[in-house]
């Protein structure tokens, strides 16, 4: 695990850009503390370079950049191979492997392209990377990122070169940075909380799509091979349906979890576990445990604020496993202290409440282990979200034709063409109500209402906005193209495309971002079992009364964690890992708050509606209840632009 930065200049590199590159590769510092290394092709034109942190094979013989055994190849890698002692025997046995030098993943993974190419080993690798490869005969690079998203890739055209980077701030480290703000992305941001690959802030530097291996070479147009297709996975699993028994699934999924575990825990630093004392984060927890010769360390975050804490399941549940425990309590306002860091953290806006506690938990971690698994992906691949059952029960209980008629303009269309007269005539409010944020949200309402599928309606009914464009000057509303292919899927089931969706956009935009710059702020590894790829098929091909029983989300998950936990210490309503927004923005965020949303500022940064958002915001501020996460987004929209 670590940060990685490169540099591409077809036609060989320039004096000036070993100093860029070392700026760069200086901001990610946090990424790798415990060394670095710089490695340049100049005639043709590549540099790489990496910070350290070491979790396989501490010695110099996994330090990187990397060269092949040939030394055909160089490599720049961040990730880990979780199967690559596997594939280090497998390729002994088949006569493939080199003289080693040493045992790191790196070697194994370089060997493994030399001996098939960079699309075979990459399809034969489990695990989570971003990878820089310069095939050093042909004058190639290729860049590629893991199946699901977890490691993060960034590309930027930066006068004449291609630049790549694990987090964004490295750009912003060259001289000849360009920080031109991408409208689009923001509208984005503002309709989701989060920003969609391959989009980024910035308008000159996007990010490498999940699954994905690109080629670059001078003189060729840019190739894309898309060596894992999410879409194409679903499908096949859908084809293919689990016909077993409830009984049966709960012992193939308790096998794939103690495999995937099995090879999660390998590393030459101590490993623990994060527990939170929810479904998923006490299973992985559960198995990690079963597995050991000694307590692993476990690691829960609580608040003093009884509404949101869990830590005392936690401590339960560790108590029953017998883990080394170690657990932090804070209060709210500590966690409001780290908000204004955030934008440093997360370099793009991000409004996922939760990064904060996240973030602390992956500091206090850090104090006794380099590598910490989660339970992250648990809810989108076995449909734990309320949002998705909420769907399906209005979608199947003939409430639709209802809405469409309400969506018609019957109604709401009829509200806010009566809205229109008074607001031209200079009014601000009828009734007591703003009439900005009123027609916004009767405009919202009758494009959530008005959806034409199943899974159209559950994408616009969880945006954070979906009529988000309106407030941008000059806004475009944008229709997600997956949204479209998965309504046309046949035989599919609203929780079938809900979950594929929300694999593939929410999950590498927002958990899996939040989960890795919390953690490699603190140069603290997390790794994902769930997101193992057998374990990823085989919740796909599950139908739908496997994924719940009776009224029961993530029957399946509860039936494993059952085998090690007693039911009564984890069956209780969902609480996840939130934070009072509401009151901090009307407590201690206050004054910051106004000053971010002010009419002067909104004017002298002229993105946003400034009479629209300032409605919304005094709305807010009066006691209206509605849009708590509207506001938030703007809040924390303002605070990075404050930033940028």
Not at 197 to 226: E, I, M, N
């Amino acid at each position: 695990m670590c940060g990685i930065a490169a540099l591409f200049r077809p036609g060989g590199l320039r004096p000036d850009d070993r100093d860029a590159l070392r700026r760069m590769t200086d901001s990610i510092r946090h990424r790798g503390p415990d060394d670095e290394g710089f490695w340049f092709d100049e005639a043709r034109g590549v540099g790489l370079a990496q910070r350290r942190l070491a979790i396989q094979d501490l010695s110099p013989a996994g330090a990187q950049p990397m060269l092949s055994a040939s030394g055909r190849y160089a490599i720049t890698f961040n990730g880990e191979i979780y199967n690559f002692k596997d594939l280090r025997a497998e390729m002994e046995l088949k006569s493939e492997a080199p003289n080693w030098r040493g045992h790191s993943d790196t070697e194994v993974l370089l060997a493994l392209i030399e001996a098939r190419g960079p699309e075979a080993a990459l399809k034969a690798a489990t695990g989570m990377f971003a990878v820089v490869l310069l095939d050093r005969q042909t004058g190639a690079v290729y860049i590629a990122r893991d199946r699901m998203g977890e490691k993060p890739l960034y590309i930027a055209e930066i006068g004449g070169a291609y630049l790549f980077a694990s987090e964004l701030k490295a750009f912003k480290a060259h001289p000849q940075w360009d920080g031109t703000l991408d409208h689009a992305a923001i509208t984005g941001f503002l309709r989701h909380g989060y920003i969609t690959a391959p989009a980024s802030l910035y308008r000159a530097a996007r990010k490498l799509p999940a699954g994905v291996l690109r080629h670059l070479a001078p003189g060729q147009p840019t190739q894309d091979t898309v060596y894992w297709d999410s879409l194409a996975e679903a499908r096949a699993a859908k084809a293919n349906r689990f016909t077993g028994t409830f009984e049966e699934a709960t012992d193939r999924l308790d096998s794939l979890l103690h495999a995937a575990i099995r090879r999660q825990v390998i590393a030459d630093v101590p490993v623990g576990a994060f527990l939170s004392g929810g479904i998923d984060s006490s299973t992985i927890a559960s198995i990690m445990q079963a597995q050991a010769s000694r307590p692993i360390e476990t690691f829960s975050l609580g608040f003093r604020e009884a509404e949101f804490d869990e830590s005392i399941y936690a401590r339960d549940i560790a108590t029953h496993l017998k883990t080394s425990h170690n657990a932090i309590s804070l209060t709210g306002q500590d966690a409001a202290d780290l908000l204004t860091t955030m934008p440093s953290i997360y370099d793009e806006p991000f409004a996922d409440p939760s990064q904060l506690p996240t973030t602390l938990i992956a500091g206090f971690a850090r104090q006794k282990v380099t590598v910490s698994l989660s339970g992250d992906a648990g809810d989108e691949l076995f449909a734990g979200y309320g949002r998705y059952h909420s769907v399906r029960r209005k979608w199947e209980s003939g409430a639709r034709g209802s809405l469409e008629r309400f969506a018609s303009g019957t109604y709401a269309n009829a509200l806010d063409a009566l809205l229109a007269i008074p607001e031209a005539l200079g009014l601000r409010s009828v009734a007591g109500h703003r009439i900005g944020p009123l027609r916004l949200r009767l405009q919202d309402q009758a494009k959530r209402m008005g959806a034409a599928s199943a899974i159209e309606a559950y994408e616009r009914s969880f945006t954070v906005m979906d009529q988000a464009h309106r407030l941008v000057k000059g806004g475009v509303a944008e229709a997600d193209p997956l949204v479209a292919e998965l309504a046309r899927e046949r035989g599919w089931s609203i929780l079938d495309s809900a979950t594929v969706l929300d694999a593939q956009r929410y999950l590498p935009d927002d958990i899996l971002v939040k989960v890795d710059r919390a953690a490699m702020h603190h140069s603290l590894e997390a790794r994902v079992p769930l997101l193992d790829p057998e374990i990823i098929r085989f919740a796909w091909s599950l139908p739908d009364e496997l994924k719940t029983r009776g009224k029961e989300r993530k029957a399946l998950l509860k039936a494993v964690l059952g085998r090690y936990v007693p039911r009564a210490l984890w069956d209780r309503p969902k609480q996840g890992f939130g934070i009072p927004a509401a009151a901090w923005l009307r407590g201690p965020f206050r004054a910051l708050g106004e000053d971010l949303l002010s009419r002067e500022r909104l004017e002298r940064q002229g993105l946003l509606e400034t009479d629209l958002v300032r409605a919304i915001w005094e709305d807010f501020l009066a006691g209206g209840q509605r849009r708590v996460n509207l506001v938030w987004t703007l809040f924390v929209l303002q605070l990075y632009l404050s930033e940028a």
